[in-house]
């Protein structure tokens, strides 16, 4: 099983690690910085022992990554992996602000349902089942989003069931919600949002969320090591 580190600190951005296992141009890491497409959130983008990642894609416990071919890997070399940190950084706001607005949105309207949901690192979507513009709540939703960031209140993050790798995250006298995302320490980091409806079809409702500053000055030092 791969132990992924960025549960551990979703803030680290290198790690020296080893090769567990090989199977043609795709590797599984003893341990791991590289977040993998799972909840809607995007892959992290980086490299393993100088290669670039192609894909990362869940594997039960493990994560297999895809390198180019001829990485020349072998069980037990030791690699050093990275990730851009400008990219996850972007992800993890969004995908906060996204489980912001979501639980906002849900609490306003009794029976209203989610039924997808993405994070890139340009914006964030959630598509809704709900036969009713949402235009008319954007301004309410963005503004209580606004004072939560403002706020910057500590955002706790653990497991509910290690056993099962069942996580969440929770803000103190706000929500608490099962998630397994890489997830910020503080609201404030977010920074100002930008919310918009789109009409996907009958029946359908989709908010797309957008950083206002996508390069925060707030930007805490990433971790090394």
């Known amino acids: 099983m791969t132990r992924k580190m960025f549960w551990d600190d979703p803030y680290r951005t290198r790690l020296d690690t080893r090769i567990a296992a090989v199977d043609s141009d795709e590797v599984t890491l003893e341990a791991t910085i590289l977040y993998a497409l799972s909840g809607g959130q995007e892959s992290d983008a980086g490299t393993i022992g100088g290669f670039e990642v ?7 416990r493990d994560i297999r990554y895809r390198l180019a071919p001829g990485h020349g890997f072998g069980p037990g070399d030791a690699v050093a992996v990275a990730i851009d940190w400008e990219r996850r950084y972007r992800l993890m706001r969004l995908h906060f602000a996204a489980e912001i607005v979501l639980e906002l949105v849900v609490a306003r309207l009794p029976g209203i349902h989610k039924v997808g949901a993405h994070i890139a690192a340009d914006k964030a979507r959630i598509d809704f089942a ?22 910057d209140t500590p955002i706790l993050s653990g497991f509910s069931d290690e ?7 929770e803000i103190p006298g706000f929500a608490r919600v099962p998630c397994g995302g890489t997830h910020l320490r503080r609201t404030g ?14 029946g359908k409702e989709r908010i797309e969320i957008a950083l206002a500053d996508p390069h925060s000055p707030a930007m805490p030092q990433p971790g090394r090591g």
């Open 54 to 60: 192609l894909e990362a894609r869940k594997d039960g």
């Open 130 to 151: 709900w036969n009713e513009p949402l235009t008319p709540l954007l301004p309410e939703f963005a503004e209580q989003a606004a004072r939560i960031v403002a706020a």
């Open 163 to 169: 056993t099962a790798e069942r996580r969440f995250w």
């Open 189 to 202: 980091e977010i920074g100002a949002l930008t919310l918009k409806r789109r009409n996907t079809g009958k």
